[in-house]
């Protein structure tokens, strides 16, 4: 336990820079918000691209998933927005495979 508590009194200065728990929980909300507007806009910009090719539209989604996924590494979860997106995309995908 006091390894635990040292750990995190340390972990609060990093390379010279003041680091508080509220900081970390805004940070993460934050990225998770631009998660989810990123997946909206390729959603959106897929739906619309009705002229760009199947393969071009993979790629677009498939850069959108692996986003995703660092997003979900680094705040470690989605919000039920995301998952909701990411089924989206999934059914997409599918669709284009056929």
Same mark, same amino acid.
């Given at each position: 336990? &006091?390894? /635990?508590?040292? =750990?995190e009194t340390s972990s609060r200065v990093r390379m010279g820079i003041p680091w508080?728990?509220? /900081?970390?929980?805004?940070? #993460?909300?934050?990225?998770?918000?631009?998660? *989810? !507007?990123?997946? *909206?806009?390729? /959603?959106?910009?897929?739906?619309?691209?009705?002229? #760009?090719?199947?393969? &071009? !539209?993979? %790629?677009?989604?498939?850069?959108?998933? &692996?986003?995703?996924? #660092? !997003?979900? =590494?680094? !705040? $470690? $979860?989605?919000?039920?927005?995301?998952? *909701?997106l990411l089924a989206k995309m999934e059914v997409v995908l599918t669709n284009i %495979?056929?």
């Amino acid at each position: 336990m &006091e390894q /635990l508590e040292r =750990q995190e009194t340390s972990s609060r200065v990093r390379m010279g820079i003041p680091w508080s728990p509220a /900081l970390t929980v805004a940070t #993460k909300a934050a990225t998770l918000r631009l998660a *989810e !507007v990123y997946l *909206e806009r390729t /959603l959106e910009d897929t739906a619309k691209g009705k002229k #760009k090719s199947s393969d &071009e !539209v993979r %790629r677009q989604l498939n850069a959108a998933i &692996e986003f995703g996924f #660092k !997003v979900h =590494q680094f !705040v $470690g $979860g989605f919000s039920p927005q995301c998952n *909701e997106l990411l089924a989206k995309m999934e059914v997409v995908l599918t669709n284009i %495979r056929k």
